[in-house]
């Protein structure tokens, strides 16, 4: 799975922001989640935090002048519908057991901020700043965005891909990321 630190896209701006240092390493947990279930639900690899990013700004998918992501609009990429919000770990697992079903989960970062994973699976997340997979311990739990694959051809199973290594940039101090 993908990683918002992955050079290739880490320094694009996010969003409508015009500021460098609001760009996709350092902000973009939530469009690198959401890529990320792209992949899952459809197979496709070319959802890269980048590419969503890009359908998002395509598409209103952004508070104006900035790079607060509108939820709603991101479901008109496809391939998942929005199943409502659960509030703890019990209920987001309970969700995840008849699979395909995702979750993108907010969780508090090592320095208590903001950060937005995928829950891929019972008690798993792909963490968006390296594209790994790690328990959903992994994080303190805040809440999480329920979605199940409607369209989707994959199996009823979670779905983990290699990362290939990459050379991490370093998130500004106090990220929303």
């Known amino acids: ?5 992955n050079p290739a896209w880490a320094r694009e701006l996010l969003g409508y922001n015009t500021d460098p240092n609001y760009n996709i390493g350092n902000y973009g947990c939530l469009v690198t989640a959401w890529g990320n279930m792209l992949i899952a639900t459809t197979g496709d690899q ?26 709603s609009r991101a479901l008109g990429i496809g391939g998942v519908t929005a199943q409502g919000l659960a509030g703890n770990t019990s209920a987001l697992n309970n969700f995840l057991k ?20 995928l829950g891929s699976a019972v008690n ?17 739990f805040v809440q999480a965005h329920l979605y199940t694959a409607v369209n989707a051809n994959i199996p009823a199973q979670s779905v983990s891909v290699p990362v290939p290594a990459q050379a991490p940039v370093a998130p500004t101090s106090g990220a929303l990321n």
């Open 98 to 117: 008849p699979a395909p079903n995702f979750a993108i989960i907010e969780v508090r970062n090592r320095a208590g901020g903001q950060h937005f994973v």
């Open 124 to 140: 798993t997340i792909i963490d968006s700043e390296d594209g790994k997979q790690e328990p959903l311990s992994y994080y303190p």
């Open 1 to 5: 799975m993908n990683g918002q630190t």
């Open 46 to 71: 070319s959802w890269t935090p980048e590419k969503v990013n890009n359908w998002m700004r395509q598409n209103n998918g952004f508070v104006a002048g900035g790079g607060i992501f509108i939820f």
